[in-house]
């Protein structure tokens, strides 16, 4: 007779209801969790002690009044860019070409700053920076998008090949302006500052802080309230029932990527010109991948994605902090980040999931060992035939 | 009568999905060299109680002993290894897969396709099916997919044969060939479970019925010492008188005239062939024929939602003036003035958004309403909490999103919705499917008043009775084409049934409106 | 003449890991895992290896035996991407995570933890050097054919390479039979098609999604040790490994998800990459040079989902996952 085989006591169940505040543990356990993983691998890399890696964190990302300038600054940067996917997200298309998105924004930003910084009025450059980074942006996004609509090409690949044309075109920009040398765009336009952003309330930072203000909010409303928004949350659930009632799923489509990819493009203005004053090939710093982790991570909800950003930020101004205090490589803060969204992707499950322990196999055990004579007999009866 | 030996039994199996009971305490047993039919109205647990069978789903509780023994099946790789093998309803093909690759498809070994297309040759002539082993499943017939999938269970030597509504899809020559083929594999002492709801195929190939109702085992009947009457009786729990009351149409009007329609499909299949009629106003016009001859592309295209090659469907307001409806999508259908309903067969695919909850839903229709560029929600809910207290949907609050509610439930939130709007025009696809008797009625009241409040009805249905007693007229398709409008007071289940299965215009009687 | 042999070298010599990460991917990508985690899983190859390699340098002083300098970096290139490919096949398929953002979690880490070790290792383990250069242990690796420098053109243009170049083609080959002709591959194909059919048909889903996920990860990551050890002749340089792994995964769209085709392809590609080294057309020209895979990728990708052919198609559940009781 055959042995019987491996008796499953782990069965994986859909959960059908988790109330918020279960959510909520699941998810702020998980990043415990990691938080404390990564303060032993910290420990273990460069020796100081858990306390003394908490508060060299602290001083990395909070330390002088600069330094959290700038942690407020790319938190509202990493939050403009992860609000700006967000919508074709709700749409279930998988935009991961924001790093592309962005860097044509800043390429038209720069375009406009180095041929006519200086030879227009500075208010008609601005408008035509904002009008060439966005146009670019929304190009960027118009492309997979139509695609998308009229054939279904897959978006994930399509806009992942987009990025790095965009890098590319960059790089030729790159070389085109500056033919010889050191092939690197310094800052432009230093002297007479043409096409620099204003600075908000004394503050070069504030304006990007500003602008990720306002748009987290109109694009929590946009999404949530708007009647674009319903008809993308409508695409992105069912097609089917978008066509049923007369919603244009290819126009959706194309105008909810437009909107995305215009926004990521606003961003590389604001990288170009508020942030950096010039651009490189790496001017978005993998942050247009990141951002879609946390778009993911937040449930595409804009508010939550504020905290979820500055965490990020957090965790990699703490560890360049920690690592050049001890001379290792400021790499480490994408490892531990690397780290905790491994731990925030796994809670996930969760979430979504629960492991039922097969409780009434136990019970039937237990009567089957009442009856015990019984199975015997049958077994018996089983052998004869 | 020779002893009967016990392939399989189910002892006591329950299986929950979140809170819906799929099955409660069913016993089952199979007998070696039976055809046994498991009989039940939709949503009756056959098909999950089979899934659990064939290892797709785990009991919650509850045994299998497969030839006497108690087994585990945890995967369907478990139930392949006792000879047990399902033909789901879904064929789970490979679609760009050759039949001969998808048929060796989980085999262990070194693969050496010669060897398993003489296999396959060789099966086919014992039992007598026809297979290119060579072809690719996205070229094939659902009838050709379906005996690959047949083909494929044998091949791996199963001795039970579980087949989930297998002549749903099957024209009647093609179900009279699996038939032949199911005897001729009962002949080989292999057992066979059919999934059927249908009585007439039960009483033609099967030895015992088995009747599951509501999850639960209701009891078993010797096919041969059975009648329709009895096993109806079993399935759904009482005798049934079905009383669908019938008014007179008040003053019917034309309202939508199909002309000549004819829709090809994205294969190039024609699905439906220069059909036409009129619907009037106040009148419930059925429309009969086995599943997927048409009825589906006919809706479609009548909403806007489904391309057509040629035909037309005009709106007849009631002043005679009369508006093509080919050409537009739902929404300009919608601008147009012309109040058209639709409630849809898949329900939560295409009428509802299953994520959403019942307010969102009741926005689809009409969240465009106004200029402004927020949508208004206040509309929505009262909607919503109206059809929840009148229809008596049962719900735990208008934000729980649709796709937790219990079919009857989606099907009161969506018809509820779809009738809100003051519809001239109302088309159901299968309205009832999957209801029990109770909230049935509540959709058949429903329909019957807009009836009276001089709504055209275009009522799809499976059921002959319910049709026969709800329509004013019947139209009858068959293969994509119109084989007769009968009207539903004079003619009789067995007319419309043959006239469902077969062309015969010349030989019946029909009016031509 | 001269000029075109050293360029048709250099092109295989770059098209040689966008090979092992195509084929990596495309194993992947058969069993419906869409894997964006493969740059980062390319590094952490590269520095596994070069770890192991540092290590064994910087612990003999002598002659290093030929068998192990060879045999430590590869185990170590391989333990860590099998690690990697762990890590990505429980997130994905055994939690159902999702995929892309698990993935680019993936290139994340991958990315940094190379970084972070090319940039740390000599501290890390006290060494007396000032950067990693693994000259010694490369030699090994660049080892060309006995006999590629007698047979002229012939020999430089066929022969001339290290060892992993071969182990790449013969990879992406057996890779390309196993898939279409054995039971395995066969399997695999299914999983990544339909994991429902494949799961009622009696296939363990799980089992060869990990198989091929962490097999794929495995071989993708020696392309990493390839260029690190034989190409760029064992000095680490940050972020030296570039975006090769994204070009590697847009060559998996190029070759519409076949292993052979990646073999002329990535030299294609690799050819491009380099083309402004060997034929001097200005900085500005070579840019645009570089474009040009991306943009290929891109137009053959619109094309295959144009003509809508079914063969030509991604793996149909590309990118889901797969839960068995899913209703």
Redesign the interface.
Known sequence: ?KK?????LF????R??ISTSVRVAIKLGAIVIALVLCAVITTV?TGYNPVEVFFSFIDGAFGSSRKIWITMQDTAILLLISIALTPAFRMRF?N?GGEGQILMGGLGAAFVMMNFGESLPSGVVMLLMIVSSIFLGALWGFIPAI?KA?????E???T??????A???V??FI??KV?SGS?VIGIINQKTRAGWMPELFGSKYMLTILIAVILTISLY?YVN????G??L??VG??E??A??????VGWVIVRTMIISGALCGLVGLLLVGSKDHTITTTITR?LG??A??VS??AKFNPFIMIPASLLIVFMNKGANNM?SAV?????????L???I??FI??S??FV??KIAIKK?RKK?NSEKSENKGLTDV??N??EK? | MEKRIEAVKMQKITKNFGQVVANKDVNLTVYKGEILSLLGENGSGKTTLMNMLSGIYFPDSGEIFVNGREVTIGSPKDAFDLGIGMVHQHFKLVDVLTAAENIILGQKGKLDLRAAKEKIAEICNRYGFVVDPDKKIYNMSVSEKQTVEIVKVLYRGVDILILDEPTAVLTPQETEKLFHVMRNMKADGKSIVIITHKLNEVQEISDRVAILRSGEYIGELITAKTNPQEMTNMMVGRQVVLNIEREEPVNPKPRIRVEGLNIVDIEGISKVKDVSFTMNSGEILGVAGISGCGQKELLEAIAGLQPVVSGSVKYIEDDGTEAELIGMDPRKIQEKGVALSFVPEDRLGMGLVGNMDITDNMMLRTFREGKKLFTDKRKPAETAKDIVDTLKVKTPGLETPVRKLSGGNVQKVLVGREISNAPKVLMTAYAVRGLDINSSYLIYDLINEQKREGVAVLFVGEDLDVLLQISDRILVLCDGEVSGIVDGRTTDKNTVGLMMTSLQKSDQVYEKI | MVGIIAFIQGAIGQGIPLLYGCTGEILSEKSGNLNLGIPGIMYVGAMSGVIGSFVYENSVAGELNPFLAVAIPILCSLLGSMIMGLIYGFLTITLRANQNVTGLAMTTFGVGFGNFFGGSLIKLVDAQVSSISLSRTSSFFTKTLPFSGKLGWFGDVFLSYGFLAYVGIILAIVVAVVLKKSRVGLHIRAVGESPTTADAAGINVTKYKYFSTVLGCMIAGLGGLYYIMDYIKGVWSNDGFGDRGWLAIALVIFTIWRPAVGIIASFFFGGLYILYIHFPMGMVMNEIVKMIPYVVTLVVLIITSMRNKRENQPPASLGLNYFREER
């Open positions: 007779m019987k085989k491996h008796e499953k069965h994986m169940v859909k059908d209801d890399a998988w991961i695609c009229k054939w279904n090409t897959n994930t690949l399509s992942l090949m987009l990025n790095y044309i890098t590319q075109l790089a030729f070389v085109y033919p092939a409303f309230n708007s009647k674009q319903y008809e949350r409508v659930e069912s089917k029932t066509q049923y009632v007369g919603i244009k993998g991948f990141t879609i982790m993911w991570m690592a001379g290792l490589n400021e790499s480490f803060g994408e490892i980040l690397g780290i969204l491994f992707i796994g996930e499950f979504n999931y009434d039937n049958s077994k009866k089983y035939y």
